[in-house]
């Protein structure tokens, strides 16, 4: 599954978490309870660091979709 | 606003990855052009819908991010990279108001046939322009409306083919825009191509309730106005006008 996010060996989840960032307050987000196939994230949480949003990671593709208030 | 564009593009995303306008349009290949990437650029397609703009960006490109708030869309785009072998796209499930993108990671920035869903122009350039590097370049294609479409009619005809479409400028309003949120170098080419208003009416059908809720409309305008928003009564076809624009963030 080359088009998921792939897991960089030296820098683990660097591809991923280097440019993406929380939609609504533009903080880092980390990445926790994730799954990985060959090597690619497939599944995940992604919380903001700033706001404490979190952001789930479905069949490889980041749901980066402001919450809904 | 949102709910509708959910549910039209949710419904018909099937349909939209089969469109051989959207696939191969001449629009394409002339914001490729204008866009003349070397190959080591990181882009963003925003509201990439079904990817055909995110995988001709992705033959020329580094790494291209591919936005949509549409799952269906976006599964349809992620099917187009698997069967070009296109590995470098990632895909990301979010808003063109707020992308999920750290400040200036962006050397282009593309948005093809979507605008006209956005309700505030300006602040879908301005969100841009924070992606863009300093000397990025933006390309923008959409429809437009004619100059001389005093009464708007087109955007009420395009509404009413699809309840998710707000607005579409014209090609004055966009200059003035993109002037507005910041953008330089502003460059426009406009194409014009002729529909059967079968195909203006696609994915829709013909006999489906918004076709009679169309025609119902064109028998409440005159001639003069339905001419000036881009259609001819007697013939039945529609002029489809767009706009090749780019840009640079200085």
Known sequence: MPYLWEKDNLNMYRNLLDLICCPVCKGDLTLSDEKEENGEITSGILTCQKCGNRYPIEEGIPNLLPPKT | ?250
């Open chain 2, 1 to 250: 606003m949102e709910k509708n564009f959910q549910d039209h593009f949710g419904k018909h995303a099937v349909e939209y990855s089969k469109s051989e306008s959207h696939k191969s349009g001449s629009d394409l290949k002339q914001l490729m052009e204008e866009l003349s990437l070397k190959g080591n650029e990181t882009c963003i397609d925003m509201a990439a819908g079904t990817g055909f703009t995110a995988a001709e960006l992705a033959k020329r490109a580094k790494l291209v991010y591919a936005i949509d708030a549409t799952p269906e869309m976006l599964n349809q785009a992620r099917k187009l990279a698997e069967e070009n072998k296109l590995t470098n796209i990632k895909f990301i499930l979010g808003r063109v108001e707020n992308v999920p993108l750290t400040d200036r990671s962006a050397d282009v920035i593309t948005c093809r046939r979507a605008a006209h869903h956005f309700p505030d122009k300006i602040e879908f350039l301005k969100e841009a322009r924070r992606l863009l590097k300093i000397g990025g370049k933006i390309g923008i294609v959409d429809m437009v409306r004619n100059e001389e479409d005093s009464e708007d009619v087109r955007n009420r005809f395009e509404i009413l083919r699809d309840t998710s479409h707000v607005y579409a400028p014209k090609i004055t309003e966009w200059k003035r825009y993109m002037s507005i949120a910041g953008f330089k170098n502003i460059n426009v080419l406009e194409t014009t191509e002729r529909y059967s208003y079968e195909r203006w009416l696609y994915p829709l059908k013909i006999g489906g309730p918004e076709d009679v809720q169309i025609r119902k409309f064109m028998s409440s305008m005159s001639d003069e106005f339905l001419r000036k928003g881009g259609f001819d009564p007697l013939e039945m076809t529609f002029d489809k006008k767009r706009m090749i624009a780019t840009a640079q963030n200085w």
